[in-house]
């Protein structure tokens, strides 16, 4: 979270009548006794934060990732996504995957970005490459035993979400993070999504090799069923679904 952001969001949002009066509870000028939830706040004001004349497109930008500390929705993210497709996009890049960076190394992170990242950026063959090169693929070399808590924290929740990511654009990350073993069951996680999510990709000989790495506890939950649908050579649950269910007696 980028804490001026947030506080520039909101006193935007106030020049506009908009004023938080609960945890999720929500006032605008037209209305005052009418309540409105975060969700419809963003819903309402996110899409104008790119339209604001007085500002330019890094700056409409910020404004929006402050939105998104402050009302802590899906949707904002969404609104970013539609105007870097937009007419008018596309958003300046620094400025876009540095919003995003910071919030992934944040202490806390908002499942909005995480989720965003995961269906909307990674989902998208058109986006995913360069998405993933920008929150962690370029940034691999640095996964070393001294790296510094912002990137491992970064690179745990964008090693989770990754399922839907190309493997041929994931894998050298991939094999970077075995090096660390403090990564090691957010990289599983990331192979376990990359089999099970509907748009997951992964070959199974890499991602077996890659799992052989690993240093997780014995009782690690579906570990034996990973390996074994791997084994028998199944790349992703949904084009083999009975494989999974099978795994999944042999180890009860």
């Not at 402050?66 to 609104?79: F, I, K, M, S």
């Not at 996964?143 to 990754?162: F, G, I, K, M």
């Not at 997780?216 to 579906?222: A, G, K, M, R, W």
Request: with cysteine.
């Amino acid at each position: 979270m980028d804490i001026q952001a947030r506080e520039d969001a909101r006193r935007w949002l106030a020049e506009d009548g908009v004023a938080q009066v609960g945890h999720d509870e929500w006032t605008d000028g037209e209305a005052p006794d009418h309540r409105l939830t975060a969700n419809e706040v963003a819903h309402n004001w996110a899409g104008p934060a790119f339209t604001d004349e007085r500002l330019d497109a890094p700056g409409q930008l910020r404004l929006a990732f402050g939105l998104l500390d402050l009302l802590d929705d899906y949707w904002v993210t969404c609104e970013i996504l539609f105007a870097h497709q937009g007419p008018d996009g596309p958003l300046p890049t620094e400025v876009l995957w540095n919003g995003y960076r910071r919030r992934l190394e944040a202490p806390q992170v908002s499942e909005a970005v995480t989720y965003s990242l995961w269906v909307d950026w990674f989902e998208d063959r058109s986006t995913s490459a360069t998405a993933f090169a920008e929150v962690l693929g370029h940034d691999m070399d640095q996964l070393t035993t001294d790296a510094p808590d912002t990137l491992l924290r970064r690179a745990r929740r964008v090693l989770e979400c990754s399922g839907p990511v190309p493997w041929q654009t994931k894998q050298a990350t991939y094999r970077f993070a075995t090096r660390l073993p403090a990564l090691h069951l957010a990289l599983f996680k990331g192979l376990l999504s990359s089999y099970h999510d509907f748009y997951g990709d992964l070959q199974p000989d890499a991602a077996l090799a890659l799992l052989a790495e690993l240093d997780l506890p014995v009782n690690t939950e579906h570990l034996k069923e990973l390996r074994t649908v791997l084994t028998a050579g199944h790349s992703n649950h949904y084009r083999s679904p009975h494989a999974w269910d099978s795994a999944l007696r042999t180890h009860l």
